[in-house]
Every structure is written in structure tokens, then in C-alpha cells.
């Protein structure tokens, strides 16, 4: 297996892999997780002042971390048969076949199915808007992968002699 450093995700030889964001961009939004869910608490305190004080900010807190835990754990797994978005808030696991393209954006199009097209964004494939397109070039390289992994024909087996 090949790291790619600091600045993005692994690849393996034979089209499968995890790709991720930029260790930095992960670690801030991972971060600012905590920060913001301080802030809800101190919200919720200030307009239901009849809840006790602690519930809030436990609650928040709770909260925060998980989400801060799932923004730096965000990724893309590039799977044998299927593709896995995992993103802050949702895990999208989508087929192989039924993947159409990758968006410069960073989102997966795909087709559900009841083959209408659905869009799914990924944290792994397009730079946040606060990173003000810094490590572009890494986002760039996982799409690729990902557009990459897509074009790569599913094996198949063989016929069975009958």
C-alpha cells in the first residue's frame, strides 16, 4: 500500500482503497464540532431557561463529539463491488454498477433503484468552502481515484463448463 502523506488518502494497487481528506481540514472540522455544539448548549440555556443547566450542555456534548468523531473519520472506500461515502452525518454505501460519475464538485452521482439519479456529496472528494481551495490538488487526485475506480470493469467469473 502507498500513502499519499499528509495531504490525502491510500491506494492500493488493484483500484481499491481509502480516501480522505486532508489531515488538516479533517482535524479543523473535527474540532469546530466541539466548539459549535458549546454554543448550541449555551443557546438552548438562554431560551429554555426551565431545563437544568447540565442537560444542554451533556446533551451538546454528546452530540459534538460524535459528529467531531465522524468529520475526522470521513472518508471514501473504494470497494471490490461497492463505493462507501462516509461523511459526518450519513454512510451511503452505493454498487458499483450504479455509479455514473463524479461531479468536479466532489459529488458521486448514482442511480437508485428506481433509476432515478441521486446526488451524494463527500467530504473526501470536494475541499470545504472555509479552506479556501487550499490542498485543491489532493481533492483533484481523489476524484480521479474515484472516476478511476468507476471505469475499472466488475470482474466476472468465468463461464462454467456445462
Known amino acids: 500500500m502507498v500513502g499519499t502523506g499528509g495531504t490525502g488518502g491510500t491506494q492500493e ?3 481499491r482503497g481509502t480516501l480522505r481528506a486532508p489531515t488538516v481540514h479533517r482535524a479543523v472540522a473535527s474540532l469546530a464540532c466541539p466548539v459549535l455544539g458549546y454554543f ?11 431545563l ?25 472506500v473504494l470497494g471490490e463491488a461497492d463505493l462507501r461515502v462516509h461523511n459526518t452525518l450519513a454512510t451511503t454505501t452505493i454498487e458499483r454498477p450504479a455509479v455514473r460519475r463524479v461531479s468536479s464538485t466532489g459529488r458521486v452521482e448514482w442511480l437508485r433503484g428506481d433509476r432515478r439519479p441521486v446526488r ?3 467530504e473526501a472528494l470536494s475541499a470545504p468552502w472555509w479552506t479556501f481551495g487550499a490542498a485543491g490538488s489532493a481533492y483533484a487526485h481523489n476524484r480521479e481515484r474515484v472516476e478511476s475506480w468507476t471505469r475499472r470493469s466488475t470482474p466476472r467469473r468465468s463461464p462454467e463448463p456445462g
Do not use: I, K, T
Open 52 to 76: 437544568p443547566a447540565a442537560v444542554p450542555y451533556a446533551v451538546c456534548l454528546a452530540a459534538a463529539l460524535l459528529l467531531g468523531w465522524r468529520a475526522w473519520s470521513a472518508r471514501v
Open 13 to 15: 494497487g488493484d483500484g
Open 120 to 122: 451524494v456529496p463527500s
Open 40 to 50: 448550541v448548549a449555551r443557546l438552548l440555556v438562554r431560551f429554555l431557561p426551565a
